[in-house]
């Protein structure tokens, strides 16, 4: 089965640890997204890439690093200097152009990460 | 700047009824599109309809309708015969521009709970 995977659903840290969270797609989608979730709050985007070897910052970056080396993965590391970290955090991709659901993005389950 | 409001933070809605959750959207550019997602409690995010600026119809997906109105700058999503798998949290979504290379994200809105009475 296509689709993406986001390990593991539950992750807890201390603070001032840096932690990665894991996406994975099966669905050979060029375009892969970080989105950060907070209580009662609507998604906003914290990088994305578009390929391999390439990603753009989001909206809130501060305090996130990503990597592209392969299609299929988009890690996402929380560093120490984000400040407020404990959030839910959604990976996503979306379908290369010319095919017919080119504007939709899939999202994974999500990680809830809890700094203390 | 891109902007997307939705008024309703919470909704309550009989079972069987129809039910529409507001949106509204700013933006300068021509060309755009307009999603809605639906998130149950699980967290995951379900992608339920689309609406591209140039769409002269209004998208429908079995239960789900987009009410468009462009000059309005409004697409208010409606969902016919609510159901109690309907109760979750629905957000609005907008990507500017329809070109795949010169616009990738997407923002959307604080969301609306939409909760169903038996």
């Known amino acids: 089965d296509g689709g993406i995977t986001q390990s593991p659903k539950y992750l807890f840290r201390k603070e001032g640890q840096n932690v990665t969270l894991s996406c994975e797609q099966n669905?050979?989608?060029?375009?892969m997204y970080w989105y950060r979730q907070d209580p009662g709050q609507g998604l906003r985007l914290i990088y994305y890439?578009?390929?391999?070897?390439?990603?753009q910052k989001g909206d809130i970056a501060e305090g996130y690093s990503v990597s592209r080396e392969k299609k299929e993965s988009f890690p996402l590391t929380v560093t120490s200097a984000q400040k407020n970290p404990t959030a839910f955090y959604l990976c996503?991709?979306?379908?290369?152009?010319?095919?017919?659901?080119?504007?939709?993005?899939?999202f994974g389950p999500g990680t809830r990460l809890t700094v203390t | 700047a891109q902007k997307i409001t939705q008024t309703q933070p919470g909704m309550f809605v009989q079972e069987k009824e129809a039910v529409t959750l507001d949106c509204t959207y700013d933006?300068?550019?021509?060309?755009?599109?307009l999603f809605w997602y639906k998130q149950p409690s699980s967290g995951e995010m379900i992608f339920l309809i689309y609406?591209?600026?140039?769409?002269?119809q209004n998208a429908t997906e079995g239960r789900y309708s987009l009410n468009f109105q462009k000059a309005r700058k409004s697409a208010n999503l409606v969902i016919s015969a609510s159901q109690l798998g309907d109760s979750a949290m629905y957000f609005c979504?907008?990507?500017?521009?329809?070109?795949?290379?010169?616009?990738?994200?997407?923002?959307f809105g604080s969301g609306t709970r939409l909760s169903i009475r038996p």
């Open positions: 996503a991709s979306r379908p290369p152009p010319g095919t017919s659901v080119s504007y939709e993005q899939y």
């Open positions: 669905l050979n989608h060029d375009a």
């Open positions: 890439s578009q390929i391999v070897n390439d990603f």
């Open positions: 933006t300068s550019d021509q060309s755009y599109g």
């Open positions: 609406q591209g600026s140039y769409d002269e």
């Open positions: 979504a907008m990507r500017e521009g329809e070109d795949y290379s010169s616009a990738s994200k997407i923002i």
